[in-house]
């Protein structure tokens, strides 16, 4: 069974657009949730950590909500870049002593110009 | 500035082969280790991670193995490769813990066939 559902599955956008995606997860712990930035075939590069029961974060361009009570959480990347195109990867950690992480299969974000 | 650095940056074996990734973080002492494993097209999922020297926990079983010989050293391997270990291998580090941000590898790409 998926614990960590992201959607949409893939995005196209105009640059210059706003876009939201959405991360639904049944992993218990949910200590923290973090969304990745992932060019193809790179690495991953963090973007924000959520903590809190209710949480929000700002980076830049990029925003993030989550509520723990619905496990779920969103990312806005608003002004869209070309750069932004990628895949951004839900991950909900276990937290405390557990250092085990579940991901979510991500959504690829295309930005067309 | 601390550097993560992983090898080989691709290869091509055999199945039933043996395989040794390796993975070396310089400019920071005592970092949280972590191995993660990407079929194509797939999840990310946590492999093993390591919080000291000559300790290893595994968080899935997949055939393989890690060890970590020197404080700056995560090695992945395995004495008989199956098809099924082709993939993208990340490795990444940590400094605190289990909600610090990880700071990922360039990765490396197996095809076993």
């Known amino acids: 069974k998926t614990q960590v559902e992201q959607s949409p599955q893939s995005l196209v956008v105009r640059q210059g657009e706003n876009c939201v995606l959405q991360?639904?997860?049944?992993?218990?712990?949910?200590?923290?949730l973090r969304w990745f930035k992932q060019d193809t075939g790179k690495g991953l590069v963090s973007l924000t950590v959520l903590v809190d029961q209710k949480d929000k974060t700002s980076n830049g361009r990029y925003s993030a909500t989550l509520d723990k009570d619905a496990k779920h959480s969103t990312l806005h990347i608003t002004a869209t870049l070309l750069d932004d195109t990628a895949t951004y990867i839900c991950?909900?950690?276990?937290?405390?002593?557990?250092?085990?992480?579940?991901f979510g299969k991500g959504t690829l974000l295309t930005v067309t110009p | 500035a601390q550097t993560i650095h992983q090898w080989p940056v691709a290869e091509i074996k055999a199945v039933g082969s043996p395989l040794s990734l390796g993975c070396t973080i310089k400019g920071k002492s005592s970092p949280n280790l972590y191995w993660y494993w990407q079929a194509t097209g797939g999840t990310l999922q946590q492999l093993f991670y390591s919080i000291t020297v000559g300790q290893v926990e595994s968080v899935v079983q997949l055939n393989l193995s890690a060890s970590r010989p020197k404080d700056d050293q995560f090695i992945l391997s395995t004495e008989k490769l199956l098809l099924s270990h082709s993939g993208f291998y990340l490795c990444?580090?940590?400094?605190?813990?289990?909600?610090?941000?990880?700071?990922f590898g360039p990765g490396t790409r197996l095809l076993v066939l």
């Open positions: 991950v909900v950690g276990a937290g405390g002593s557990n250092y085990k992480l579940t």
């Open positions: 990444a580090w940590s400094l605190w813990g289990a909600r610090d941000t990880q700071y």
């Open positions: 991360c639904n997860y049944s992993v218990t712990p949910d200590n923290h």
